[in-house]
């Protein structure tokens, strides 16, 4: 069975090749003959997902699925959300985002966050939702210099350490996207 995935992020694609079964043969958007970037207009990440998996539906008719990811921050009404890449401004570094975010927390008691990620898939017509989410507090200072994003400042709940003070494995145990995956997979296994 063939399986698009709607993004060009190679590190993605071969973390769930490695997870899913051998009868299915999973492509990239780029391999299917997608070169371009998805517009992501939407303003949830339910929306994106699903605007980037329709996308590709509609351009190549197979199964497909696409993921949206993003740190949800209770004292800031749920920012940087669906902005999560590119909070700080186009063409922000990783860094910029994590100093705003700690700047726009500053003073603040209420440090609760969450991670989601939202995979929407679309499997014979029909669509699917698989929701992944961890919670957790933001540091006061980065911590760690593992892992990418906003993992230096998230420390999950019932932990000590930051993900970026984390191991790769460590965090795959319990991270938002690898719980969405999961689900994805163990649908994909029932079929
Ligand atoms: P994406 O939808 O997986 O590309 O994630 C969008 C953005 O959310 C990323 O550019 C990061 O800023 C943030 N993000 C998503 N997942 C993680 C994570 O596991 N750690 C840190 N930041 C993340």
Do not use: W
Not at 100 to 108: D, E, R, T
Not at 138 to 158: A, H, N, S, W
């Amino acid at each position: 069975m063939k399986l698009i995935f709607a993004s060009g992020n190679k590190h993605k694609l071969q973390e769930l090749q490695q997870k899913l079964p051998s009868t299915i043969e999973l492509t990239s958007m780029r391999d299917a003959g997608y070169e371009g970037e998805i517009d992501e207009p939407g303003a949830t990440l339910e929306e994106n997902a699903q605007i980037k998996a329709q996308f590709i539906f509609d351009r190549f008719g197979e199964h497909c699925f696409a993921d949206d990811s993003g740190l949800e921050i209770e004292a800031l009404n749920g920012e940087p959300g669906v902005y999560s890449a590119r909070y700080a401004g186009p063409g922000c570094s990783f860094s910029d985002n994590n100093q705003k975010v700690l700047a726009n927390l500053k003073g603040k008691t209420n440090r609760k966050a969450k991670f989601r990620t939202i995979i929407h898939l679309i499997y014979g017509n029909l669509n699917h939702v698989f929701e992944g989410a961890i919670s957790g507090t933001i540091t006061d200072d980065l911590r760690g210099k593992d892992g990418f994003g906003y993992d230096p400042i998230f420390i999950p709940d019932g932990h000590e350490n930051t993900f970026a003070e984390m191991t790769l494995d460590e965090k795959n145990k319990i991270s938002h996207r690898a719980q969405a995956v999961q689900k994805l997979i163990d649908f994909l296994k029932s079929r």
